[in-house]
């Protein structure tokens, strides 16, 4: 070939791959755009309670990049349909659909599953946790809990802005200090994000303790069973530690320049998530690199509803009766995809004092009241580090063990060695410190850079002070 026809060939095949990116930026940045922004309008629209128009300017605000195109975002909340419709210039459309008992998912114009809601007790069962509260908000107990909570709803005079929403502190299995913002309380349920992947690990772990979920054999998972599938490998753990190696590409950062990965095709162009993260291929053998993706999420979500009984009503079952009423979380909405899949990765809301219940199972090693609700060694093993996950993450929560970058630089900034947490993006946080027996709630809209943004390093580091055990010791001296 000469070197003018290889100057050629090049040149035509730069231009074709940059029409065929073009294209796929003019299909998927609007819909991903427009579908984030539909499914949290309509969930803290109608199960939070909250102002849409302040859920729009504030998530927006807080995601990095998204004010080049917040101005061209238009939404439409219909209160008598109960849904809600974003679009982007005319070139996306999304529409997200409120259902009563199960929040929101978003409609891609196909048939929805029909989720038959499990019977409410006429007289609901006691929860084995003893009560962390009474029903008023409990006022903080210590003039040095009191100014932490002021430093932390506290605005600083430039942005980034931290936008806190709730802070519950418990120590000892009782709330010691929480706050709230204005529209907000101890009932007002909140969107975890991803800190609802915590919650799938727990309903997880119930599984494996029943015996219908293995966390070290190949996940049962129909897509990958064919002859030679490398999938095959893919086990719980892998999932479980984001270690499966699928080309779904990052959900670390939530942010307009990561709308092209297929993680948020699936998330918000897919009716199907699971199936289409099912249908992914290998990029790195599984067990051998950590990248975290929503996928693992949802496959994980998956056969949570299968090993529960197959439908979606099976999963509600099995969370209220194994999780959530023994510990009396009573205000929870768990959300689907529209083929009746938990949306496990970032979909469940619940007040600050239910995320608190959740943090004190792990704190009491996954025993509430004198029942064993996750199996033994299972909190150990949540909070033991993933090899090669930088930012310092367990199986299902996030940790401080081990040598990571990110384990290390949170201890630097003042967390105890020992604690692990569930996170979500937009600064949610469940804190559990066993040496310390605090869970730390922070719920907010906070943007996802720069680091101290949302205030969660001073808050634990104020915390500890206030509550620890040097804290008591200079009381009793």
Known sequence: MTNRRLILTLAATTALSALALTAVWARDIPKVATGFVANVLCSETFVTGADPARIFAETTA?????????????????????????????????HAVYREGLGCHLDHGGAVADILLPATEAKPSQPLLPEIAGPSVVAPQSPQLAAALDRAFAEPEQPPFRRTKAIVVARDGRVVAERYAEGYGVETPVLGFSATKSVMSALTGILVRKGRLTLDQPAPVAAWQGAGDPRQAITVDHLLRHTAGLALGSSLSASLASVLEPVNRMKFMEPDMAAYAESVALETPPGTAWNYNDGNTVILSHLIRNAAGGRASDVLRLARQELFDPLGMRHVTLEFDAAGTPEGSSQILMPARDWARFGMLYLNDGVAGAKRILPEGWVKYSASPTPNAWVGIGAGFWTNQGDSFGANYRTERGWPRDAFFAKGTLGQYVIIIPSERLVIVRLGRSPNGPPEADGVFELVRDVVAATGKKAHAAVGN
């Open 62 to 94: 807080a995601m990095p990049g998204t004010g080049l195109i917040g101005w061209a975002l238009d939404y439409k909340i219909d209160r008598a349909r109960r849904d809600v419709t974003v679009t982007l210039l005319g070139l996306g459309r999304s």
